[in-house]
C-alpha cells in the first residue's frame, strides 16, 4: 500500500501508482504501524471468503452465512458478541481475524444536523465521516465516507491534502465507517422510524467523498461496494451509492465495468492550465484524456454523470470559465454542482461572493446544462466540502489567533 507524498510536480505525478489489488480472503498487513501485524480483514471477506477462512481454520463452511449475518445484518462490534458460536470457534477467529471497523474518538454536531465523526482505525489513525441527514429530502439521508488516511494527490483547496497520505483504507475499515455510525445513530435515539414504529434506514445513500481518492485505493473501495450491495446487510442498490474522483483516468474505466454505482468527477476549473494549478493530477491525466475516458464510461438509462465544480474567487470562477465549462460538458447527460468554496486557513483561496455564483449558474443554465448550487452542510464544524481534516485545521486557526497549539 501506498505511503508517497502528496503530489506536487509533473514527476511526482508520474510516480504515483496505479490502484493495487488487494488480496482477497487472505491475511494481509498495513504499511502503517500496528499492534495488528497481520490479520484477516472479516468486514471485507464476502461469502466465499468466509467460507476459504473457516475451511482453512478446520470448521464447516456453513457457518460463513452466520458469520455473514452477525457481520453485516446485526452490525456487531466484537467476535465476542457472535453468540450462537461456540466460544472455542470465536477464540479461533480472535486468534486469525478481527472486525476492523474504526471507533468513534469524537463526534460533532452542526446547527443544520450535520454530523461529523472523528474516527479512529485499529492502529491509530483519525480518518472522518459525515452524516448529512434528510441532505436531498425527507428521509434521504447521506454518508459521506473515507478511503484513505489523508490524499496523495495535493489539490491546493482541500484541507485533507494537507495531511498527505499515510496509507490505504481496508475493505473492513471502509465498511465499518458506515456500521459504526448507524450504531451511534441508534445509541442516541437518532436512527428515523415510520409511523408503525419500523426501523427505517438511518443511511439511505453512500457518497464516497470523504478523506482521500476512492480510486487511488481502487481495489479496497470496490471491495467495500460489494459489501454494500450485497443481499446482507444494508443492501443498498448501486444507484444510492456515488464515487467521487479527482480523474485517475485508467480507473474510471474499471469501476464501469466493475460496478454500476455512480460517479462523481471534481472538475474545478475549465482549461488545462487553470485546473493544473489547483488540482496536480491534470498535469498526468489532462481534460482531454478524463474526459475521453468518461465518454466511454457506461451510463445506464436515466443515469447521469455528476460534475462538482468548486468556485475560488478570481481563480476558476469567470464568466469565461462558465461558457468553457458549458463546451466541455456539452457532450454529457450529466448535472453539475457548483460548490462556493469553503475557506479554511490550509488553504489561501477566497469564496466568491453570491452575485458571482450567481451569475456563473446563470451562463451554464442558459447553455443548457443542469446546474446546481450546492448548499453549504455543516461548516461550522469543518464537515463541508474540502475541510476533512480536523486536527490539523484547529491546529492552524490556533496559531493564526496567536494561541499555543496542542498537538
Not at 472523528?118 to 428521509?139: M, R, W
Not at 488516511?149 to 489539490?155: F, K, M
Not at 497520505?165 to 458506515?178: A, D, K, M, N, S
Not at 490550509?346 to 446544462?369: D, M, N, T, W
Request: glycine share 8%; aromatic share 4%.
Amino acid at each position: 500500500m501506498s505511503s508517497d507524498a502528496p503530489i506536487r510536480s509533473s514527476e511526482d505525478l508520474h510516480r504515483v501508482p496505479e490502484p493495487e489489488p488487494l488480496p482477497h480472503g487472505k491475511r494481509f498487513a498495513t504499511k502503517a504501524k500496528t499492534d495488528v501485524p497481520s490479520v484477516v480483514d472479516l468486514l471485507g471477506l464476502d461469502l466465499q471468503g468466509l467460507e476459504d477462512l473457516l475451511v482453512d481454520m478446520g470448521e464447516k463452511k456453513f457457518r460463513a452465512k452466520q458469520l455473514q449475518q452477525w457481520l453485516h445484518d446485526k452490525r456487531v462490534a466484537s467476535v465476542d458478541d457472535m453468540s450462537n458460536l461456540s466460544k472455542a470457534l470465536r477464540d479461533k477467529l480472535k486468534q486469525q481475524a478481527a472486525l476492523l471497523h474504526p471507533t468513534i474518538e469524537d463526534v460533532q454536531q452542526s446547527v443544520d444536523g450535520t454530523r461529523k465523526y472523528q474516527l479512529k482505525t485499529f492502529d491509530g489513525h483519525v480518518i472522518e465521516a459525515v452524516y448529512l441527514p434528510n441532505v436531498s429530502g425527507e428521509g434521504k439521508h447521506a454518508l459521506c465516507i473515507s478511503s484513505q488516511v489523508g490524499c496523495a494527490l495535493g489539490c491546493t483547496f482541500c484541507a485533507t491534502a494537507s495531511l498527505k497520505l499515510t496509507r490505504h483504507l481496508l475493505p473492513g475499515e471502509i465498511v465499518g465507517q458506515l456500521y459504526t455510525v448507524m450504531r451511534d445513530l441508534e445509541a442516541e435515539g437518532l436512527a428515523p422510524t415510520s409511523d408503525v414504529g419500523k426501523a427505517k434506514r438511518s443511511v439511505t445513500r453512500l457518497v464516497y467523498m470523504g478523506m482521500g481518492e476512492p480510486l487511488h485505493n481502487y481495489e479496497g473501495v470496490v471491495a467495500s461496494i460489494r459489501q454494500f450491495t450485497g443481499e446482507h446487510g444494508v443492501g443498498l442498490a448501486p444507484h444510492r451509492i456515488t464515487v467521487s474522483t479527482s480523474g485517475m483516468v485508467p480507473a474510471i474505466a474499471r469501476l464501469g465495468v466493475d460496478t454500476t454505482v455512480q460517479i462523481a468527477i471534481s472538475l474545478n476549473g475549465s482549461h488545462d492550465e487553470g485546473r493544473a494549478e489547483v488540482m496536480p493530477v491534470n498535469k498526468r491525466w489532462n481534460l482531454d484524456a478524463l474526459l475521453g475516458a468518461l465518454k466511454a464510461f457506461p451510463l445506464k438509462a436515466r443515469r447521469r454523470i455528476t460534475f462538482e465544480y468548486v468556485l475560488l474567487e478570481g481563480v476558476n470562477d469567470s464568466d469565461d470559465d462558465a461558457r468553457r465549462v458549458v463546451r466541455l460538458l456539452e457532450p454529457f447527460r450529466c448535472r453539475l454542482n457548483l460548490i462556493p468554496y469553503n475557506a479554511h486557513p490550509l488553504s489561501p483561496f477566497k469564496r466568491p461572493s453570491e452575485e458571482r455564483v450567481h451569475a456563473f449558474q446563470r451562463i451554464v443554465k442558459a447553455g443548457g446544462l443542469d446546474a446546481f448550487i450546492r448548499t453549504t452542510r455543516g461548516d461550522d464544524i469543518d464537515a463541508a466540502c474540502g475541510m476533512l481534516g480536523a486536527k490539523k485545521l484547529e491546529a492552524a486557526r490556533q496559531e493564526q489567533r496567536g494561541l499555543p497549539v496542542v498537538e
